[in-house]
């Protein structure tokens, strides 16, 4: 059986390659994720990819457009809340990723989203079936939730650099919605001085 896996992060894909191993799966990456921003993010996800690729011996299919900043806020045409945009991103990246395995000859394809507790496990599920069924192929379902803190040890004994959020920039203002709440009412505490004033 081949596979070809989407791959959402470094550190989300320890787990499941392991057992997908562990079952004798072929495996091969496929690294597209136009979401993730901004650039510096993106290149420490790519780095940490490389580095855990290398480590395990997996071969990784890389998106040639590479970071896709202005593709992914076309495709989500202004829907910005989770649950508006997070369709969006999983319906982006399963139907190019079935779409590349059914091209390239696989039998299979799957993601590692499946690994995050923190996604909607059932729907990725969902459109993943659908897509596999329009392309021709067989989508590959497990739950690999049950390995989320053997994956998160994993990556911190590998030194792996591990994402703070989701990836895209509104995930990442969520994440930091508190902080960003303090900084306001603390620069709206602050006394503005025009130019004309300092003179």
Known sequence: MNLFLHICCGPCLLYPLKILKEREIDVTGFFYNPNIHPFLE???RVGALEHIAKLRDLKII?????????????????????KERCPFCYEMRLERSAKEAASRGFDYFSTTLLYSKY??????REIGEEKASRYGIKFYYEDFRQGWK??????VSLGIYRQPYCGC????????????KRLAERLGNKEVFTNESHA
Do not use: C, V
């Not at 590479?66 to 989770?82: F, P, R």
């Open 119 to 124: 996604q909607r496990h059932q729907l990725i």
């Open 169 to 180: 920039i509104f995930s990442e203002a969520e994440r930091y919605h508190k902080r960003m």
């Open 62 to 82: 890389w998106d040639p457009a590479g970071y896709g900043l202005e593709q992914w806020l076309s495709y989500i045409n202004g829907n910005t809340g989770t």
């Open 150 to 155: 053997e994956g998160i040890e994993e990556a």
């Open 42 to 44: 993106f290149e420490k």
